[in-house]
C-alpha cells in the first residue's frame, strides 16, 4: 500500500476504522469494491456451500452492510421502506425499523436503492423519496431527515438510487437530477450525530432531457495531500472540499456526442490520487483528481470508449476490471488505460450488480442470480459459475470468510464465517 493510499484510508475516519473483515457501505471497506479477505468460497449453488439464507420481502439494488455479527438492509416491505438488522450467525431477524412510510416502484427499481452505511455504533439509512434516518445496534431511532420536504423532490428518470458517503462528520449527499424536474442539482452533508445540515451547494450543469440523472455514489479521495469528495454525473466529474461543498474543479468530456439521454450510474472508482469516471460506456475516463477550475485537458489521464454502463469497475491497483451490461469484461492497465484483455465474454445475460475483487478473484453477478469467479491478473481466466437461478440486482458483500448475496427471495450466507 503507497503512502497516499495509507494518507486516504486515515482520512476516510469512521469507515477506515473498520477491520478488514467488515463491509460497511455499499464498496466495502475501502468504498472501492475490494476486500482483503482470503479463503473464500469459490463454488456454490442454492443447495451447496450455503451457510443460511432469510427470505426477503422484494428485490432491491442496495448492497447488505455487515459490522461484526451484524447485517444491514434496506427493504422495501409491505409498501414503506424499512431497515432490518440481522443476526449474522443464525440468519435471522433482529429488529426492523421504518425509514419511509411509503414505497413507489420506478422500472427495475423501488425506494430502497440507496445501502445503508454504517461505523459499528450507528447505521445511516436513506430511501429514494427523500427519507434520511439514524439508528444504534438496538434499532432506536436518533434522527431524521425529510429531503423532500426541505428541498423538493427528486426527478430522476429511474428513481432515486445514490447511496451516502460517511466522512468523519457527517453524510455527503448527491441528488443529480433533471428529468422530471427544474430544479437545479445539489449536493449537501448532514451532521452525522444530529443529521443538520452542514452544507448545501448547487452543482450546475449545461447536460439536458436524461443526461443530468445521476446514479452514482459519492468517493473520497485524496490530491495533494488534501481529501476531496468526487462527484459524476450531469456530463461532469468534480471535486468539492469536504468542509464547505465548495467545486474546486470539474473535468468534461462524458458526453462527447451530446446525448441528451447519457444518465449516468456506474459510480467513480478511485485509486491514490486518480479517478476512474464511467459515463454511459463510452467514454470510460482516468482524471488526476485536484487542480482548478476546468481541469478536462490538464488532468485527464487516459481515456478508453470501452467502459461500463451499469456495473461500477474496481482495481486491484494495477490493473482495472470492468463488466459492461452485457457481460463483457474488459482489464486495462490502471495507470495507463492499456487493454491487458478486452472483449471476453462470460455468461451472457444482464449485469446490474457491480464485481467484487477479493482473494485473487473477481465476483461478478448478474440478474439471473448467476455469479461468475475470474482470476484476478493480465490473463481472463474463468474459475466457476455459480447459479442461484433468482432475480439479482445487489452487488456481493465480503466478510471474514463468507460472502453475503441478495437476490429478489432471499439473502444468502455463502461460506464458513473464518475463526
Not at 23 to 49: C, H, I, M, V
Not at 109 to 115: D, E, F, K, Q, V
Not at 188 to 209: F, H, I, S
Not at 259 to 287: E, G, K
Request: glycine share 10%.
Amino acid at each position: 500500500m503507497t503512502h497516499m493510499r495509507r494518507t486516504l484510508v486515515a482520512t476516510l475516519a469512521a469507515l477506515t476504522a473498520l477491520q478488514a473483515e467488515n463491509w460497511p457501505n455499499w464498496r466495502g471497506p475501502r468504498a472501492d469494491g475490494t476486500s482483503a479477505e482470503k479463503s473464500l468460497p469459490t463454488t456454490w449453488n442454492q443447495t451447496t456451500n450455503i451457510t443460511w439464507k432469510l427470505a426477503m420481502p422484494e428485490v432491491s439494488g442496495s448492497t447488505p452492510v455487515v459490522w461484526g455479527d451484524t447485517i444491514f438492509l434496506s427493504n422495501s416491505d409491505g409498501g414503506s421502506i424499512q431497515i432490518w438488522s440481522v443476526d449474522r450467525n443464525k440468519g435471522t431477524v433482529k429488529w426492523k425499523a421504518k425509514v419511509a412510510d411509503s414505497d413507489d416502484k420506478v422500472r427495475k427499481g423501488n425506494m430502497s436503492s440507496p445501502s445503508p452505511v454504517t461505523d459499528g455504533k450507528t447505521v445511516w439509512a436513506m430511501s429514494g423519496n427523500g427519507q434520511v434516518r439514524a439508528f444504534d445496534f438496538s434499532g432506536k431511532e436518533l434522527w431524521h431527515r425529510d429531503m423532500w420536504k426541505d428541498y423538493g423532490r427528486f426527478g430522476l428518470n429511474h428513481g432515486y438510487g445514490s447511496s451516502p458517503l460517511l466522512l468523519s462528520d457527517g453524510l455527503v449527499i448527491q441528488v443529480l437530477h433533471g428529468f422530471k424536474t427544474d430544479d437545479p442539482s445539489y449536493v449537501l452533508k448532514l451532521d452525522r450525530n444530529t443529521g443538520k445540515t452542514l452544507w448545501k451547494v448547487e452543482r450546475p450543469t449545461d447536460a439536458t432531457v436524461e443526461s443530468p440523472d445521476s446514479y452514482t455514489t459519492p468517493v473520497l479521495i485524496m490530491a495533494k495531500g488534501k481529501p476531496q469528495v468526487v462527484i459524476t454525473g450531469g456530463d461532469y466529474v468534480t471535486g468539492h472540499d469536504p468542509a464547505t461543498g465548495k467545486e474546486l474543479w470539474r473535468g468534461g468530456g462524458m458526453n462527447p456526442r451530446g446525448n441528451p439521454m447519457n444518465r449516468i450510474v456506474a459510480s467513480p472508482v478511485t485509486l491514490n490520487d486518480i479517478v476512474y469516471v464511467p459515463t454511459r460506456v463510452n467514454p470510460l475516463q482516468a482524471y488526476r483528481a485536484g487542480g482548478s477550475g476546468d481541469v478536462t485537458k490538464s488532468h485527464l489521464v487516459w481515456a478508453n470508449p470501452n467502459g461500463p454502463d451499469v456495473p461500477t469497475p474496481v482495481t486491484d491497483g494495477k490493473y482495472l476490471y470492468m463488466i459492461n451490461d452485457r457481460g463483457i469484461a474488459w482489464c486495462f492497465d490502471a495507470l495507463t488505460g492499456k487493454e491487458v484483455y478486452s472483449g471476453q465474454r462470460i455468461k451472457p445475460a444482464i449485469y446490474s450488480s457491480s464485481p467484487v475483487l477479493a482473494d485473487g478473484k473477481i465476483y461478478m453477478t448478474n440478474e439471473d442470480g448467476l455469479t461468475t469467479v475470474i482470476k484476478a491478473g493480465p490473463t481472463f481466466e474463468v474459475l466457476a459459475e455459480n447459479p442461484l437461478e433468482e432475480y439479482t440486482l445487489s452487488s456481493p458483500a465480503v466478510s471474514n470468510g463468507q460472502i453475503f448475496i441478495r437476490t429478489k427471495n432471499a439473502l444468502y450466507c455463502i461460506g464458513k464465517r473464518a475463526s
